[in-house]
């Protein structure tokens, strides 16, 4: 089973600042990556699916990059409404599919 | 516009059964695979199960395998989630969600509640 790590569990940023989530593979999973973002109470959203494409309708301040083991989420400039908990999830050696503990990002 | 729609959750004794569903709407429902994530109380996601577009092939944790049985009708547009001995650690939020690799529409989620 591929253990994802994210980090920093928790991190805390300003309106209008970049944020960079990390997200770690315990081994290489290819571009086969996906960022998700869940709010309080809703169902999570997906974000970015093959590392770095953005999913329909996803605001263009989210991007992902990186490939293997080492994955990275940034969003540009943080608006008030991104202020989540965001999920990495890997599904190129799978089953099982996992997730990441998940990063949460709340306002400085 | 597409949507999945879960139902069927509630509170089961530990030992007992319950099955979910999950009815999609607004795609060509037999071109997708779906799959299952549910959410403990205060913690993180957990991939349940998937099932292939034309239902040949599912797919289980091992932390409900031999338990949960992945099933869907493509008439019906609707996938089910049969759930047996039940435990404790089974309680959670149970999200249904297109897609087999990853999951780019989901529902709200019902909740299943195992305690005696």
């Known amino acids: 089973e591929i253990v994802m790590t994210q980090s920093p569990a928790t991190l805390s940023v300003s309106p209008g600042e970049r944020a960079t989530l990390s997200c770690r593979a315990s081994q290489s999973v290819s571009s086969y990556l996906a960022w998700y973002q869940q709010k309080p109470g809703q169902a999570p959203r997906l974000l970015i699916y093959g590392a770095a494409t953005r999913a329909t309708g996803i605001p263009a301040r989210f991007s992902g990059s990186g490939s293997g083991t080492e994955f990275t989420l940034t969003i540009s400039s943080l608006q008030s409404e991104d202020f989540a908990v965001y999920y990495c999830q890997q599904y190129n050696n799978w089953p099982p599919i996992t997730f990441g503990q998940g990063t949460r990002l709340e306002i400085k | 516009e597409v949507q999945v729609l879960e139902s069927g959750g509630g509170l089961v004794q530990p030992g007992g059964s319950l099955r979910v569903s999950c009815a999609a709407s607004g795609l060509t429902f037999s071109s997708f695979g779906m799959s299952w994530v549910r959410q403990a109380p205060g913690k993180g996601l957990e991939w349940v199960s998937t099932?292939?577009?034309?239902?040949?092939?599912?797919y289980y944790s091992d932390s409900v395998k031999g338990r949960f049985t992945l099933s869907r009708d493509n008439s019906k547009k609707t996938v089910y989630l049969q759930m047996n001995s039940l435990r404790a650690e089974d309680t959670a939020v149970y999200y249904c969600?297109?897609?087999?690799?990853?999951?780019?529409?989901w529902g709200q989620g019902t909740t299943v509640t195992v305690s005696s």
């Open positions: 099932i292939s577009a034309t239902g040949d092939s599912t």
């Open positions: 969600a297109k897609g087999l690799y990853y999951m780019d529409v």
